[in-house]
């Protein structure tokens, strides 16, 4: 089975890429509000999709999780959806797998689910969170997870915060050094790898927040990134309506 790299796109379809090549599937108007992030499951060879429905900030209990296939049906739409079998889901943003556990980032929250049912399985509150975007789960069951803050222009809000296997919570980093953390990933290091959407910098920070390196993309407004087993990264950037591939050098 080809692994793909997958982003979400505008407020009504996605597009999945392969990441050997250039070929492409859309899948549009079916049904899909404000899809946020997507991530492949490769246990079940799905694909997994949040989506915010409506208001990324809003406490509403509308949003959803969607299961699409490899072929770019969309199987279940609403596979998971708040206010459904003791659902709550308000508006999630990044999504991340670990044994059989589906991770959710919502707004102060990182909600857990079965990965096989979608049955709700317990949530981790970061106080003093308010946009809780991306997250990447360790080896060990260690959460990381970016904080956006705010999408006011105010850069000073923004946090990677830590979450512990045993549900403990830390910062790691605050601050306008951040300029809006959106998207992380661990690398092969164990480091974690950090793109704001307030800037075009790629951070390299080890986990316990520390900044190894920056190296600066061409254009900003970055969103989501992961790395290839090569070493290389690959970065959707907002304000070049692309997925851009960083090399290693």
Known sequence: ????????????????????????????????????????????????????????????????????????????????????????????????????????????????????????????????????????????????VTDSGAFDGDATKGAIFKITAQGQVSALARGAELKVPNGIALDAAGNLVVVPFGGAEVQTRRTDGTLIDTKVLAQGQLDGVIVLPDGSKLISSWATKQVVRQMPD
């Not at 549009?28 to 990324?56: C, H, Q, T």
């Open 1 to 144: 089975m080809t692994r793909h790299f997958s982003v979400a796109l505008g407020a009504a379809f996605i597009c999945m890429m392969s990441s050997v090549g250039v070929a492409q599937t859309v899948i549009k108007d079916a049904g899909f509000a404000l899809p946020e992030a997507m991530r492949y499951d490769a246990a079940n060879d799905r694909y997994l999709v949040s989506n915010i429905n409506v208001d990324p900030l809003a406490v509403d209990n509308n949003g959803f999780i969607s299961i699409v296939s490899p072929d770019g049906k969309v199987a279940n739409l609403k596979w998971i959806a708040g206010g459904a079998n003791g659902v709550t889901l308000d508006a999630p943003k990044g999504i991340a797998i670990h044994t059989d556990v589906l991770y959710v980032a919502d707004l102060s929250r990182v909600r857990m689910f079965d990965l096989a049912t979608g049955a709700p399985r317990g949530e981790r509150v970061i106080d003093g969170a308010r946009i809780l975007n991306d997250l990447v789960v360790a080896a060990d069951g260690t959460i990381y």
